[in-house]
């Protein structure tokens, strides 16, 4: 009975996903900066909306005490769920009733940022125990390759209806697809199989500042503050380079888009077997490395190239961020104890709190920089690709830090012509676990 709610959910899992995935995008990318564009954002507003998601998982340290309220994990799952996902029915109200306020907008993301938090804690601690450990990487790269599939059929659909219709028309379009399969994604949730907590007193007794007395995921800790500073510094103004400077026109970022999104599709279906064969961190810092120095191609995009040059993006990122995405959520269940909630709690802290740094910094460097011309030598360079080159250095130094933490990795021998070996091989000889031996072993 209980392997048939399991089996069910798995399923399941994967559905919503994609369904989610179909509202998520919409709040990503050049869909989210054309919206709030749309609400008369400044650079400002639109690093603060980009950033929201990651500030509001502060909130996360607060989940135990949602036990106490909602009693088991499928009730804060359902409930916080609802409340922040159906909060996008707004959207194309305002739309269709004109109204224009970018605080408004702020407003949404924000309460749609915190109680979704709580939905992402459940979600992963949830699933930690559903899914052996030995078969996280193929599932999860199944799960991913699905909800890749339908965002590389949500983002050209939403590119599409932005190109052929009217701002506020197209608008009013995708805020409503994206209200529905929100709602739906929901739905998913409820018949999920979540398996509680037991002894819940107990464990809500438990501090939630317990996993900094773990010195591996403290390592861990300091390089996903800076590796997320990094991502969410230079994020929100990719899309609004693409839309706002170079004018670009929204269905061809939406092409470029399922380009990456089959390639990602095609890795989905291998990556999984890389990371449980040589270890998350090793996919992982693979990711990273590509991905870094994928941000140096924006330094030279311009009107006249800009086609090959996000194309080329598209492509090298797609290889980057289907390890990535799947390594970073493995490895923080690799590193992570019991009980889960603690960990996923102080890991949400600090993502918030790069979150936050991201977000002023990206703020007040977009506000400077935007409608900037500077120029060094003989070249002429926008304001906003030196936003792109602080990211930049900071990625280098968080690749750097995720070469100090203690995972299962197995040793290789590289014998390419790239400054690789150094990088993805400085912490080899770590200190070996029970557990890390007993795969070793296999």
């Excluded at 317990?210 to 861990?220: G, S, V």
């Excluded at 923080?332 to 890991?347: D, M, Q, S």
Aim: net charge positive; hydrophobic share 55%; with cysteine.
């Amino acid at each position: 009975m209980m392997k048939d709610k399991i089996k069910k959910t798995k399923k399941l899992a994967i559905i919503e996903g994609m369904m989610f995935n179909i509202f998520f995008i919409g709040i990503q990318g050049f869909v989210m900066t054309t919206i709030a564009l749309y609400f008369n954002a400044t650079p400002f507003i639109l690093a603060l909306v980009s950033t929201l998601p990651i500030i509001a998982q502060s909130f996360q340290i607060f989940v135990i005490k949602m036990y106490k309220y909602l009693k088991t994990r499928k009730n804060i799952l359902v409930t916080m769920s609802l409340i922040s996902r159906a909060i996008f029915i707004l959207l194309p109200i305002l739309v269709y009733f004109k109204i224009k306020n970018s605080w408004i907008l702020v407003l949404i993301i924000a309460i749609y940022s915190v109680f979704g938090t709580f939905v992402g804690n459940v979600w992963t601690a949830a699933m930690k125990e559903i899914i052996d450990e030995k078969e996280r990487g193929v599932y999860f790269s199944k799960r991913n390759f699905f909800a890749s599939l339908a965002t590389m059929v949500a983002v050209y659909l939403y590119g599409f209806i932005l190109n052929k219709f009217d701002d506020r028309q197209g608008i009013f379009y995708v805020t409503l697809i994206m209200a529905f399969f929100a709602l739906a994604s929901v739905f998913l949730l409820r018949k999920h199989y979540i398996p509680n907590i037991e002894n819940i007193n107990e464990k809500t007794s438990i501090s939630i500042f317990k996993p900094l007395k773990n010195d591996n995921f403290k390592k861990f800790l300091l390089f996903v503050f800076f590796w997320n500073l990094s991502v969410e510094v230079a994020k929100p103004f990719f899309s609004y380079y693409q839309v706002h400077v170079l004018n670009i026109d929204k269905e061809l970022l939406g092409f470029f888009s399922v380009i990456s999104g089959i390639i990602t599709m095609i890795l989905y279906t291998n990556i999984g077997k890389i990371a449980d064969k040589f270890g998350n961190r090793f996919l992982l810092s693979i990711g990273m490395f590509i991905s870094t120095y994928s941000l140096l191609i924006y330094i030279f995009i311009d009107k006249n190239n800009f086609h090959l040059v996000i194309l080329l993006d598209s492509i090298i990122n797609a290889f980057a961020w289907s390890a990535i995405n799947l390594a970073f959520f493995n490895l923080l269940l690799e590193v992570a104890e019991e009980p889960a909630e603690a960990y996923t709690g102080i890991y949400a802290f600090i993502l918030s709190i790069a979150g936050i740094t991201a977000a002023v910094l990206g703020g007040i460097l977009g506000n400077a920089l935007d409608g900037k011309i500077i120029k060094i030598f003989t070249g002429e360079y926008n304001g906003i690709k030196f936003i792109f080159i602080f990211a930049f250095c900071i990625r280098i130094y968080s690749i750097l830090q995720l070469s100090s933490i203690d995972s299962y990795i197995k040793p290789f021998k590289y014998k390419g012509i790239l400054p690789l070996n150094g990088i993805l091989t400085k912490r080899l000889n770590i200190k070996i676990d029970k557990t890390t031996k007993e795969l070793f072993k296999k």
